[in-house]
């Protein structure tokens, strides 16, 4: 039976607050839990490192070997809870100061690893103390592997810098701070992620900014865990559920029946001073580059008033009774109205001009002002820069666009390597679309896998880069309209 215990509590009684100035482990990483007793468990992707019954020394050393080049994604380290009401910090000092001497690789793999502090509890003397484990349990990934690196690279990985942190976004307020940049107000956060085991979007922080972004919000269709470097597994996946998943909105990027799993979603609602609203981000994928003729979706959806350049347009239920409750409308028009919000939106030239032929040149004159107070644009702006071709890896490629793309390889970019699982990179680019000044408009930020559950993708919104600026160039607003 595991008894959880509140760690922060512990996790001081234990350590004390002196050792996060002397030790190189982050020892608030740790997790405290409580079992009966553990049984020592072989197994090829477990190395235990075993101590005396109070005393610090590794007994085995040379079992380090098969740590080599490999992974680890979990330290356990189990201790006795004997004698009772003894808080072991000096042993527990030492013991850890000494596993990372031994594996200097925790210490720069240390933010993907899993840390948990066993105390072993049901203990009812010192012979059975002596007689239990004490040590370490450490897990290595079963497919993760460096050997296939040259002697020379795998000594300059050992020297390379970089650590990314994986932090959990808990409240609305939270979410707001990771995206909300200068001149934009963002509030009515709606996320669709509920999952404790496997979080999916989280804010990130890498101080190299290896992939060109430091900080920002990461969504993607795995777990963000496995996002972590170094990128040793080619095939790295998370399967949170395979049940098909609808959304509309991803699934108008492509023509045809598209399977869709694992769906992110993080929307909010936002007010800007300016007249153009953008962010940057960067695309990620495991399906570099294998899989470049089908391949993963995501979207930048915003809907709202006068969006430059949308194409296409809708009319939500809510806003549909709002129009029948506040407006007199002939009832000619109003039964357009009600198809118009049957559906996730309509081509917007080719809808208001069907409307004008079958409701007559004046009338449509005279109400459509009335009717464009309910009806939004809606457009997708993760786009390629310059051209209306959807982001994704089918676009951005070894052969395509080869000029916006980064394979995430040792020989090709060491750090971005070291700090990242996945295979490939979009370089920084920038979503932006024309918006009118201090109105309400709607931002959904969507990933999900197609096709199938495997090979995980994400993006990486930039910290605070969501924001407002006045373009009074005219070129440059007609640019961004073709964008």
């Known amino acids: 039976m595991i008894r959880n215990v509140p760690f922060y509590m512990l996790f001081f009684v234990l350590f004390g607050t002196s050792l996060f100035s002397q030790d190189v482990i982050d020892y608030d990483r740790f997790k405290f839990i409580e079992v009966d007793r553990y049984e020592k468990i072989v197994s090829p992707n477990r190395v235990h490192l075993a101590c005396n019954y109070g005393q610090d020394t590794i007994l085995n050393p040379k079992d380090t070997i098969k740590l080599r080049n490999k992974r680890i994604l979990k330290v356990q380290y189990f201790y006795s809870g004997y004698p009772k009401n003894r808080q072991?910090?000096?042993?527990?000092?030492?013991?850890?100061?000494?596993?990372?001497?031994l594996v200097p690789q925790l210490v720069s793999q240390q933010a993907s690893i899993t840390w948990e502090l066993v105390r072993q509890a049901k203990v009812n003397g010192q012979e059975e103390a002596e007689g239990l484990f004490h040590g370490f349990a450490l897990f290595i990934s079963e497919k993760g592997d460096l050997s296939k690196l040259s002697e020379e690279l795998r000594a300059k990985l050992d020297t390379v810098k970089t650590q990314v942190a994986l932090t959990q976004a808990n409240t609305e307020e939270e979410i707001i701070n990771a995206f909300q940049g200068e001149g934009?107000?963002?509030?009515?956060?709606?996320?669709?992620?509920?999952?404790?085991?496997?979080?999916?979007?989280?804010?990130?922080?890498?101080?190299?900014?290896?992939?060109?972004?430091?900080?920002?919000?990461?969504?993607?269709?795995?777990?963000?865990?496995?996002?972590?470097?170094?990128?040793?597994?080619?095939?790295?996946?998370?399967?949170?559920?395979?049940?098909?998943?609808?959304?509309?909105?991803?699934?108008?990027?492509?023509?045809?029946?598209?399977?869709?799993?694992?769906?992110?979603?993080?929307?909010?609602d936002l007010k800007a001073d300016a007249d153009t609203l953008s962010f940057n981000y960067v695309f990620a994928s495991e399906e570099y580059p294998e899989y470049i003729d089908y391949h993963d979706v995501f979207g930048f959806f915003i809907s709202g008033p006068n969006i430059g350049g949308a194409k296409r347009m809708r009319l939500t239920p809510k806003a549909l009774e709002a129009m029948k409750e506040q407006e007199q409308l002939p009832e000619k028009l109003m039964v357009e109205m009600e198809k118009i919000a049957q559906k996730p939106f309509v081509?917007?030239?080719?809808?208001?001009?069907?409307?004008?032929?079958?409701?007559?040149?004046?009338?449509?004159?005279?109400?459509?002002?009335?009717?464009?107070?309910?009806?939004?644009?809606?457009?997708?702006?993760?786009?390629?820069?310059?051209?209306?071709?959807?982001?994704?890896?089918?676009?951005?490629?070894?052969?395509?666009?080869?000029?916006?793309?980064?394979?995430?390889?040792?020989?090709?970019?060491l750090r971005l390597f070291k700090a990242w699982q996945y295979d490939g990179f979009s370089k920084v680019l920038e979503a932006k679309v024309k918006i009118v000044p201090n109105e309400t408009y709607h931002l959904k930020l969507a990933i999900a896998d197609q096709k199938d559950a495997r090979y995980d993708s994400a993006i990486f919104i930039e910290g605070q880069s969501l924001r407002s600026k006045q373009v009074v160039n005219k070129l440059e607003g007609e640019l961004d309209d073709k964008n």
Request: with cysteine; hydrophobic share 35%; charged share 30%.
């Open 184 to 268: 934009v107000t963002i509030f009515n956060v709606v996320t669709n992620d509920t999952s404790k085991l496997a979080p999916r979007f989280v804010p990130f922080e890498e101080e190299e900014g290896v992939m060109g972004l430091k900080k920002g919000m990461m969504l993607t269709t795995g777990i963000a865990e496995n996002a972590i470097g170094p990128n040793d597994n080619k095939r790295k996946s998370f399967t949170n559920s395979k049940e098909r998943i609808d959304d509309p909105d991803l699934k108008s990027l492509y023509k045809g029946e598209k399977k869709l799993f694992d769906l992110c979603v993080i929307e909010f």
């Open 88 to 101: 072991f910090t000096g042993l527990h000092k030492r013991r850890i100061r000494k596993l990372s001497k």
């Open 347 to 413: 081509n917007k030239g080719g809808f208001l001009n069907f409307l004008k032929k079958q409701i007559g040149g004046k009338m449509f004159t005279k109400y459509r002002p009335i009717m464009e107070k309910y009806v939004e644009d809606f457009k997708n702006i993760a786009r390629i820069p310059g051209s209306d071709e959807l982001v994704s890896v089918g676009t951005i490629n070894h052969k395509k666009n080869k000029h916006l793309y980064i394979a995430n390889t040792a020989e090709g970019n």
